[in-house]
């Protein structure tokens, strides 16, 4: 799904997830909003950089889970 607005993935995320839609796994495309998404708590990101640099995308993904608290 297309990136909203920076600063907005959060709001957008919580409205989702509360819908019928948030039983589905919800992910971003858009290499510079992928740290937002990811750390909003996102399900996946899908990006054209993991495509060329797969080990930072990884290194990305798994230092935003990391950050995640526990719930």
Avoid: N
């Amino acid at each position: 799904m297309p990136a909203p607005a920076e600063g907005t993935v959060a709001q957008e995320l919580a409205a989702l997830r509360s819908s019928p839609v948030g039983k589905l796994a919800i992910g971003y495309s858009g290499d510079w909003i992928a740290a937002e998404a990811l750390l909003a708590g996102c399900d996946g990101w899908f990006s054209v950089l993991g495509g060329f640099l797969p080990k930072l995308a990884k290194a990305i993904v798994t230092a935003a889970h990391e950050a995640m608290p526990v719930p």
